[in-house]
T-cell receptor
Framework: GAGVSQSPSNKVTEKGKDVELRCDPI?????LYWYRQSLGQGLEFLIY????????KSGLPSDRFSAERTGGSVSTLTIQRTQQEDSAVYLC??????????????FGPGTRLLVL | AQKITQTQPGMFVQEKEAVTLDCTYD???????LFWYKQPSSGEMIFLIY??????QNATEGRYSLNFQKARKSANLVISASQLGDSAMYFC??????????????FGSGTRLLVRP
């Protein structure tokens, strides 16, 4: 079956603009995660969805970042008023669920965001 | 706080030889999961192998095996018979018990492996 897909693959924006990043998880996967990979900070957790709810938003770096998930499937990560420090690769991952045997996370190809 | 340490920023290995990538972790949880991912230059994160904290045997997946030493809190990845396509960044990760049963991963800083022909 298809893996995790993300769009766009690359995004260049100007400082202060809003951007939306999309993630389409593996069909049937109930858990969805967003991570950010940057040169200075490595790989960081942003937010976790179980179904449509987000019980763990502890990694969102500021209130400019938000995310939603609809229909237990597609998720959108929105960054408002982008700053240059938001430049990074944004990775989405999904898993069958949580708990032993279901927890392996499979990653999408990422969205490379550059804020000028 | 839980932490993953990868002390080898870069490594070389000769094609067809075996190589061990080091990973140590720190956690006070009794139940946890350990993962290795490969990230080629294309940027995608590819799942390689998983070890649960209660698994008594070391995990193996083809040419990959995980040398799990619980008392030492280490989870080293062993790649046998290295191939040129194994050249990539390798990340060790641990499943952290987060808020509301979030199974988020925390990652080490990675090891860049270069396989020489």
């Amino acid at each position: 079956g298809a893996g995790v897909s993300q769009s766009p693959s690359n995004k260049v924006t100007e400082k202060g603009k809003d951007v939306e990043l999309r993630c389409d998880p593996i069909s049937g996967h109930t858990a969805l995660y967003w991570y950010r990979q940057s040169l200075g900070q490595g790989l960081e957790f942003l937010i976790y969805f179980q179904g449509n709810s987000a019980p763990d938003k502890s990694g969102l770096p500021s209130d400019r970042f938000s995310a939603e998930r609809t229909g237990g499937s597609v998720s959108t990560l929105t960054i408002q008023r982008t700053q240059q420090e938001d430049s990074a690769v944004y990775l989405c991952a999904s898993s069958r669920g949580v708990g032993s045997g279901k927890e392996t996370q499979y990653f999408g190809p990422g969205t490379r965001l550059l804020v000028l | 706080a839980q932490k993953i340490t990868q002390t080898q920023p870069g490594m070389f290995v000769q094609e067809k030889e075996a190589v061990t990538l080091d990973c140590t972790y720190d956690t006070s949880d009794q139940s946890y999961g350990l993962f290795w991912y490969k990230q080629p230059s294309s940027g995608e994160m590819i799942f390689l192998i998983y070890q649960g904290s209660y698994d008594e045997q070391n995990a193996t997946e083809g040419r990959y095996s995980l040398n799990f030493q619980k008392a030492r809190k280490s989870a080293n990845l062993v790649i046998s018979a290295s191939q040129l396509g194994d050249s990539a960044m390798y990340f060790c990760a641990m499943r952290e018990a987060g808020m509301d049963s979030s199974y988020k991963l925390i990652f080490g800083s990675g090891t860049r492996l270069l396989v020489r022909p």
